[in-house]
């Protein structure tokens, strides 16, 4: 039986930037549209206006994740050899020189920096903390501590402080309870991520929340859970938000998480990232979905 002929030689660059992997690039992309949803909302922004708006977002997002992506191969390199899902990757296995990620790195900052230039002072302020020092430091922190996942809920959501503050100059009180929902949301998700790599971490050295959870895992996720839950309506009461939002966003997230949390087998790597994967798609939707409703109705 003949051999599959090899990949075409772009798609090394394609691995390299992960957008095959949409999951990720929608976990950045949720928080920027959940807050520009509300922002939206709450300043009666024009359909037309909101849509161009989010399809920017989903740009951004999408460079923004391929960008941390690159960086964290970078840097990982000797690491993701040491472990079974990752030591393909093409910095790991050689296909991609270190320079020449370098360069595809530094393509992505600079569309990424063009296209916050036309965005207000806080917004430009927070999406530069967002692009550098947090993004930056994630892939070190695991090094360090058992708490990565805790940096990369900063690292990951900050996005959702740019949205606001692009369309409302200011940051409410809203905005707030939003982001510590999205930080809880961060924490749940990626340790379930973690979890599939639970026996190579610990030969590698690499430190996560999945490991520092250990038999309790399950039962700590259902705690972010319920944060995330709670945060939603939280931010909803004080974005004044309807009754769509609630029975759809916060209702909706509700059951899923629950559903979730009754499926998830954290010792099958399979299970593990069919319930990463539904929180970048399935949750991401319902929790936009019940702010778009309500949006269009309010």
Same mark, same amino acid.
């Given at each position: 039986m003949e051999k599959p002929p090899p990949p075409p030689d772009f798609w090394r660059w394609i691995e390299l930037s992960r957008v095959h992997k949409f999951a990720g690039s929608m976990l950045i992309f949720w928080p920027c549209a959940w807050g520009m949803t509300m922002a939206a909302r709450?300043?009666?922004?024009?359909?037309?206006?909101?849509?161009?708006? #989010?399809?920017?977002?989903?740009?951004? !997002?999408? @460079?923004?994740?391929?960008?941390?992506?690159?960086?964290?191969?970078?840097?990982?390199?000797?690491?993701?050899?040491?472990?079974?899902?990752?030591?393909?990757?093409?910095?790991?296995?050689?296909?991609?020189?270190?320079?020449?990620?370098?360069?595809?790195?530094?393509?992505?900052?600079?569309?990424?920096?063009?296209? @916050?230039?036309?965005?207000?002072?806080? !917004?430009?302020? @927070?999406?530069?903390?967002? $692009?550098?020092?947090?993004?930056?430091?994630?892939? #070190?922190?695991?090094?360090?501590?058992? *708490?990565?996942?805790? *940096?990369?809920? $900063?690292?990951?959501?900050?996005?959702? @402080? $740019?949205? *606001?503050?692009?369309?409302?100059?200011?940051?409410?009180?809203?905005?707030?309870?939003?982001?510590?929902? #999205?930080?809880?949301?961060? #924490?749940?998700?990626?340790?379930?991520?973690?979890?599939?790599?639970?026996?190579d971490d610990v030969q590698a050295g690499v430190k996560s929340t999945a490991l520092l959870f250990g038999a309790h895992v399950k039962k700590i996720l259902a705690v972010f859970a319920g944060l995330l839950v709670t945060c939603l309506a939280a931010a909803g009461a004080l974005n004044n938000q309807g009754i769509p939002y609630f029975i759809l966003t916060v209702g909706g997230a509700s059951a899923h998480l629950t559903i979730q949390l009754r499926n998830l087998d954290v010792d099958d790597p399979k299970s593990c990232l069919d319930i990463f994967e539904s929180n970048g798609f399935t949750l991401g939707e319902i929790v936009w979905g019940g702010l778009f409703v309500d949006y269009v109705l309010g």
């Open positions: 709450s300043l009666s922004l024009p359909l037309n206006t909101y849509a161009m708006d #989010l399809t920017y977002g989903l740009v951004g !997002a999408a @460079l923004l994740h391929s960008a941390g992506c690159v960086w964290n191969d970078i840097l990982d390199r000797e690491f993701d050899r040491q472990v079974e899902r990752t030591k393909h990757r093409p910095v790991a296995d050689g296909r991609v020189s270190v320079p020449g990620a370098l360069v595809f790195l530094v393509i992505h900052l600079v569309l990424l920096l063009a296209m @916050l230039w036309h965005v207000n002072s806080l !917004a430009w302020k @927070l999406g530069l903390v967002t $692009v550098f020092p947090l993004a930056g430091i994630y892939p #070190l922190m695991k090094r360090v501590t058992y *708490w990565p996942q805790a *940096w990369l809920g $900063v690292a990951m959501n900050m996005i959702s @402080l $740019v949205a *606001w503050s692009a369309l409302h100059a200011q940051l409410p009180v809203a905005s707030g309870a939003l982001i510590f929902g #999205l930080w809880c949301w961060t #924490l749940y998700y990626d340790t379930i991520y973690a979890c599939q790599d639970k026996r």
